[in-house]
């Protein structure tokens, strides 16, 4: 797999994408989480008329490429066109605090992801209620596997040409979720994943139907395994992520660790 190629590709979808890009790499603040786990991440928050009860969160988890602890590789193109719902907010005045963890391994631990978002609790005024996960490629593995060990603490999730085992999709098929892949994903089989124990997007939303879920599902025709430019891109998505909310009480992070 040759992965400056697919990054590179990521990187010229962004800029074929759209309009010229507002947020600026330097405008997202350099932080990590507490000791032990340490884990690095940059944030951005944009304060518009309803910030009042704190701002709703959009944790960013990228793909195994931008791998490391440099704190910076994770923001590589555009943090793969996440950082269109940064423009998109700041455009419609409304809040949001964007989260992007680093990971090392290429694997998501879930309890780094709360690590994150606990010290995130600790610098910022935060809607507890308002939590969303998302992620691209193995980050979109990631949003399920964390999904699965909190299912009570996220108000959505949008994992993007991901996978995932289905076991445990039970206890997250209440979960809202808006689901996207490529229909012809060189990566990551959209029904096969990787053809072992991980299945791809579209047996996953299959499987959380038929467990009671309504998991939004956008299978683009024709299209591969980046598709996340164009999928942060879609007009519905941040007024979708920004109106879900815990129809329960909210997590403490903090507690989790």
Known sequence: MQLPLRLAAALAAVCLAGPAL??????LGKYWSAAPARVPYRAIAVKGRDAKGGLPVVVFLHGDWQDGTDNVSQLAGYGNGSLQLVDQARKAGRSLLYIAPQTTDGYWAPAHVAAVIADAQRRWK???ARIVLTGISNGGSGVWD???HYPACFAAAVPMSGMTEPSGLGAIAAVPQWVFHGELD???DV????FGAQMGSRVIVAALRARGGTPRYSEYPGEKHVIWPRAYAEKGLLPWILAQRLAGPPCDFADLL
């Open 186 to 188: 060189d990566d990551t």
């Open 126 to 128: 935060i809607d507890p």
């Open 191 to 194: 029904e096969g994943g990787y």
């Open 146 to 148: 964390t999904l699965k």
């Open 22 to 27: 507002a947020v600026k790499e330097s405008a």
